[in-house]
């Protein structure tokens, strides 16, 4: 089992930066790929990044590629995301999980989730 723990959101102004933390717990973290994903007001859930167990492979939205990026630290049971020329649109909840395969962007294809930190991006 694996549980998680996001930080790091906080109201930024657009073309800004803010880098997104998730610690884990669970000896079996460094076994998963992980994910992040985000959430709208009003909103579905729609997968932001992913990366594989051992880092060297990443998967990125359409919307997100070239301004964020997502890294890990196995030996500090931690996932990053750096995101960078921030906008308005990016303004959710961000949340980790744990993904089932390397590449999955469905949340079916996840099993363990954080609570999630709030990202606000003001024009």
């Known amino acids: 089992q694996v549980q998680l723990v996001e930080s790091g959101g906080a109201l930024v102004q657009a073309g800004g930066s803010l880098r997104l933390s998730c610690a884990a717990s669970?000896?079996?973290?460094?076994?998963?790929?992980m994910g992040w994903f985000r959430q709208a007001p009003g909103k579905e859930r729609k997968f932001v990044a992913q990366?594989?167990?051992?880092?060297?492979?990443?998967y990125y939205a359409d919307s997100v590629k070239g301004r964020f990026t997502i890294s890990r630290d196995n030996a500090k049971n931690m996932v990053y995301l750096q995101m960078n020329s921030l906008k308005p649109e990016d303004t959710a909840v961000y949340t980790c999980?744990?993904?089932?395969?390397?590449?999955?962007?469905?949340?079916?294809?996840?099993?363990?989730w954080g609570q999630g930190t709030q990202v606000t991006v003001s024009s």
């Open positions: 999980a744990s993904a089932l395969r390397a590449g999955a962007r469905s949340h079916r294809e996840y099993n363990y």
């Open positions: 669970g000896r079996t973290f460094s076994s998963y790929a």
């Open positions: 990366i594989s167990w051992n880092g060297i492979s990443t």
